[in-house]
C-alpha cells in the first residue's frame, strides 16, 4: 500500500504516471465516470480550505465514488489519541485525504490507516498542489522535461513539493523566495534537489 505524504518515495517514473493519468481522466471523464463506483474519501480537515475540499470531492463524485467531509474540530480526533482514531477510520473507509497542521501527524496516520493516505497540505509539503501545477504546465506545453520554471513567493510548503516535483520530472526550476518559512524547512529535500542540478534559487 502506498501513501501520498510528499514525493520522496516516488520515482521521476511513477509521478509522470500520476499526472499522465491525471490528464488522461480529465480528458475522458465518461470514461470514469463509475471507476470509483462504491468507495468512500474521507476528507479530514484540521485546517479550512476551499479548493483542496471541492477539488476531492467533486473529483470523487463524478468517478462515482463518495467523499465524506470530516471537521478535525467536531470529532474526537481533538481528544483522543490520532493512532487510534486513524485505524477505526480507516476501516471504514477506502482511502483517507488529511489536511493537517503537522507532518508528523500526518505520518502517524499513515502508520495507523489500513488504506492509503493522501496529504491535502501540511506545514511541509503540499503535493496534490505541485500535481496539479505539473499536469498544468504539461497540458499546455506538452512536455515536462526541459520546461524551465520560476517560483517567486515565500518558501513553504507548497514551494518544497514543487521544487521535488519538478526535480524528479525533468523540469528546471528557480525559486525567488526573499521569506523561508522555517516550519515548512526541509534541508534534506533541498540537498537532494540541488545535486540533481535542475534546481537553483537566487535574490537577484
Known amino acids: 500500500m502506498m501513501h501520498l505524504l510528499n514525493f520522496k518515495n516516488l520515482s521521476g517514473r511513477e509521478l509522470l504516471e500520476i499526472i499522465d493519468k491525471a490528464i488522461e481522466v480529465k480528458q475522458n471523464p465518461e470514461k470514469y465516470q463509475k471507476a470509483l463506483e462504491g468507495m468512500s ?9 476551499t479548493r483542496t475540499r471541492v477539488s476531492f470531492e467533486v473529483a470523487m463524485t463524478q468517478m462515482g465514488g463518495h467523499a465524506l467531509y470530516i471537521d478535525w474540530r467536531t470529532t ?18 477506502d482511502c483517507i485525504m488529511a489536511r493537517l497542521l503537522k507532518h508528523a501527524d500526518l505520518k502517524i496516520m499513515a502508520e495507523a490507516s489500513k488504506v492509503p493516505v493522501i496529504n ?30 520560476v517560483y517567486i513567493g515565500i518558501h513553504n510548503n507548497v514551494c518544497n513539493s514543487l521544487i521535488e516535483g519538478c526535480t524528479k520530472t525533468g523540469v528546471k526550476i528557480t525559486t525567488v523566495t526573499p521569506i523561508f518559512n522555517e516550519p515548512s524547512r526541509d534541508d534534506e529535500l533541498l540537498e537532494e534537489a540541488r545535486n540533481t542540478g535542475l534546481w537553483a534559487t537566487t535574490l537577484d
Do not use: W
Open 76 to 93: 474526537n480526533f481533538t481528544l483522543a489519541d490520532i493512532y487510534d482514531e486513524t485505524q477505526y477510520l480507516s476501516r471504514n473507509v
Open 120 to 149: 491535502g497540505c501540511d506545514e511541509k509539503y503540499h503535493p496534490s498542489q505541485a500535481i496539479a501545477d505539473l499536469m498544468t504546465i504539461k497540458e499546455k506545453t506538452g512536455r515536462l522535461k526541459g520546461v524551465k520554471l
Open 41 to 49: 474519501l474521507a476528507m479530514i480537515f484540521q485546517k479550512t480550505s
